[in-house]
């Protein structure tokens, strides 16, 4: 783990070393400062040396300069490596995320990839500035300070060992407990995002249900969790402050003590009892400094757990060595193809063998839960078979460059989404160098051009986030024409035509016949109307292929078929059939 994030400080390695190196130097520095005053003390308002007095506090005021910008030199160079470091955790990710296949992504909730992106990230970036910061320079400036002491009085310095091994005895029993519920905290965040990312992208849909009150509750008891489960670990980290304040009390009195009765016996000096105070304080601020260097690590173990995790999660869909780069024509094979998303023998494609020639239009028609939208997920290598072939052109899918294949397998997925920018923004996710000409061209064969000249600034209308400000129709043939700028060998809608009248359904199709005969179309469908005039059409129950020909030859051989068109045909027959938008 710590090699995996330690590979992400790359450029701020240099900023990474100079941090611990200006702390060094400010410890140093604020170490000399005591005895300087001991000096004076001592040599100078003791022995009544004006002069001794100016220089040493001249060299004072020198030595605390030098310290203060060390201390501003290690801030500024530990808050660039710091950030920068989180900089790169973030892009790494962002960057391995775009690499996952569909069965990467299946590992994780969305609300997941976002608290890892940010709150992790956040505790990580912290946690990294304190280590380069206080983790140096507290035990450096406790052990140069438990040095100094022993070498003014040795005797009075036992006290301090004495008062780190009582704090250092507690902190050990405090930081166990308090790592417990930290670790709990940061699970609990992921389901906060989720009811905060669910709640915004559905806000209509609880909207005109007037699920207002139950959003709110059900935020306010992932929020409450993490308020409560933080309240425990710092309950118990703040115990240390109290101990703190009782054990520098406690060494205050002891050595006044004990310092006072030793400068009656003029064996010790009033210069070295302000000497020996100032290290009592710095010794067990340096320690309390410690024990909550260890809390944040604690904190942040988990959060480095979980962006180790994404950062090492490899795609298991990768480029073959010698890919191939050019995808002949649009015929399909599918040999023997079983498939299950977890590899454990529960296949939900099973014994799939089809032929597919080049420019056929196949319709795909099944019941929910049929495994429809997982058979032409193979095409793309959205997910790779368990077992069996899937070829294009007449070549495995495995050996193609997935660029070049996924740039000839269009698919209009079944949930269309649009981009928060301009209609031709959205259109050029298709083809980045399409003109607008090839846009509106596309819009035309889709039926999308029809509504977009209807809108006050055409092509450059703005689309929002999600297209909320399209309907479903109008979003799904967006979809559609940005997937023709492609221009695939294969398009695939699944079931894209959906929240679109059946006249509308039907000029689509009839464009896609007369426009693109060469392409390979493949229409997954509820409604028969939609597939009836394909050349074959693909009848699916339980992730088998019930029939495979023509709509006549289905109605005499295949009974899941003929009930399925009676009963959208017949009596029963869905009410969109005379057309209007879902």
């Known amino acids: 783990m710590l090699k995996v994030l330690g590979s992400q400080i790359k450029e701020f390695k240099r900023a990474s070393l100079m941090t611990p190196v200006f702390m060094i130097l400010e410890v140093i520095m604020e170490m000399i400062i005591p005895l300087l005053m001991a000096s004076i003390i001592d040599d100078g308002i003791n022995a009544g040396n004006l002069n001794h007095i100016y220089k040493v506090g001249a060299l004072m005021v020198m030595v605390a300069?030098?310290?203060?910008?060390?201390?501003?030199?290690?801030?500024?160079?530990?808050?660039?490596?710091?950030?920068?470091?989180?900089?790169?955790?973030?892009?790494?990710?962002?960057?391995?995320?775009?690499?996952?296949?569909?069965?990467?992504?299946?590992?994780?909730?969305?609300?997941?990839?976002?608290?890892?992106?940010?709150?992790?990230?956040?505790?990580?970036?912290?946690?990294?500035?304190?280590?380069?910061?206080?983790?140096?320079?507290?035990?450096?400036?406790?052990?140069?300070?438990?040095?100094?002491?022993?070498?003014?009085?040795?005797?009075?310095?036992?006290?301090?060992?004495?008062?780190?091994?009582?704090?250092?005895?507690?902190?050990?029993?405090?930081?166990?407990?308090?790592?417990?519920?930290?670790?709990?905290?940061?699970?609990?965040?992921?389901?906060?995002?989720?009811?905060?990312?669910?709640?915004?992208?559905?806000?209509?849909?609880?909207?005109?249900?007037?699920?207002?009150?139950?959003?709110?509750?059900?935020?306010?008891?992932?929020?409450?969790?993490?308020?409560?489960?933080?309240?425990?670990?710092?309950?118990?980290?703040?115990?240390?402050?109290?101990?703190?304040?009782?054990?520098?009390?406690?060494?205050?009195?002891?050595?006044?003590?004990?310092?006072?009765?030793?400068?009656?016996?003029?064996?010790?000096?009033?210069?070295?009892?302000?000497?020996?105070?100032?290290?009592?304080?710095?010794?067990?601020?340096?320690?309390?400094?410690?024990?909550?260097?260890?809390?944040?690590?604690?904190?942040?173990?988990?959060?480095?757990?979980?962006?180790?995790?994404?950062?090492?999660?490899?795609?298991?869909?990768?480029?073959?060595?010698?890919?191939?780069?050019?995808?002949?024509?649009?015929?399909?094979?599918?040999?023997?193809?079983?498939?299950?998303?977890?590899?454990?023998?529960?296949?939900?494609?099973?014994?799939?063998?089809?032929?597919?020639?080049?420019?056929?239009?196949?319709?795909?028609i099944g019941g929910t839960g049929s495994s429809k939208t997982t058979l032409i997920s193979m095409l793309s290598r959205l997910y790779d078979v368990t077992s069996g072939e899937v070829l294009v052109g007449g070549i495995n899918v495995k050996k193609y460059d997935l660029e070049t294949l996924r740039n000839q397998v269009s698919v209009v997925l079944q949930k269309n989404v649009l981009f928060s920018g301009t209609i031709l923004d959205n259109l050029r996710w298709g083809d980045k160098s399409a003109t607008d000409d090839e846009c509106k061209r596309a819009c035309e064969l889709a039926c999308a051009d029809e509504f977009i000249q209807k809108m006050p600034e055409k092509y450059n209308t703005h689309i929002e986030q999600g297209g909320a400000n399209v309907s479903g129709g109008q979003k799904q043939r967006l979809c559609i024409a940005r997937a023709l700028l492609k221009k695939p060998k294969i398009l695939i809608l699944d079931d894209s035509t959906s929240a679109v009248d059946t006249a509308t359904d039907a000029k689509i199709r009839k464009a896609f016949a007369e426009e693109i005969p060469d392409t390979t179309k493949i229409i997954i469908a509820q409604r028969v109307n939609s597939v009836q005039n394909a050349d074959r059409i693909i009848v699916m129950e339980k992730g088998r292929i019930d029939a495979f020909a023509s709509h006549d030859e289905l109605l005499k051989t295949c009974d899941i078929y003929k009930e399925i068109y009676e009963s959208q045909t017949g009596g029963n027959a869905d009410f969109d059939e005379n057309g209007g938008e879902k």
């Open 65 to 364: 300069l030098i310290g203060l910008w060390a201390g501003l030199m290690g801030a500024k160079y530990g808050a660039k490596a710091s950030t920068g470091f989180a900089k790169n955790l973030r892009k790494a990710m962002f960057e391995n995320i775009q690499t996952f296949s569909f069965s990467n992504i299946d590992k994780y909730s969305t609300s997941s990839l976002i608290t890892r992106l940010t709150t992790d990230v956040n505790n990580i970036q912290n946690s990294y500035q304190m280590i380069l910061r206080m983790a140096m320079r507290a035990p450096a400036s406790m052990i140069v300070a438990m040095i100094m002491a022993f070498s003014i009085n040795s005797k009075l310095a036992s006290i301090y060992v004495i008062a780190v091994i009582f704090l250092g005895s507690c902190i050990g029993m405090i930081i166990p407990r308090a790592s417990k519920h930290f670790r709990a905290v940061f699970e609990k965040y992921d389901d906060l995002n989720a009811s905060i990312q669910e709640n915004v992208s559905a806000i209509r849909v609880v909207k005109a249900y007037v699920r207002e009150d139950y959003e709110k509750e059900k935020f306010s008891i992932a929020n409450s969790n993490i308020y409560n489960m933080f309240l425990k670990a710092e309950k118990l980290v703040i115990i240390n402050m109290p101990l703190m304040q009782i054990t520098v009390n406690a060494c205050i009195l002891v050595i006044s003590w004990l310092g006072a009765k030793m400068i009656v016996g003029s064996t010790f000096t009033t210069g070295e009892l302000t000497s020996m105070l100032a290290y009592c304080m710095n010794i067990l601020m340096n320690l309390m400094m410690v024990s909550m260097i260890f809390v944040m690590l604690i904190m942040s173990h988990a959060s480095a757990k979980r962006i180790a995790e994404v950062l090492t999660e490899k795609t298991n869909i990768d480029n073959p060595e010698n890919p191939v780069m050019e995808v002949k024509d649009g015929s399909i094979s599918f040999r023997n193809v079983d498939f299950s998303y977890n590899n454990d023998g529960k296949n939900v494609l099973q014994n799939i063998n089809i032929d597919i020639k080049s420019g056929e239009t196949i319709g795909i």
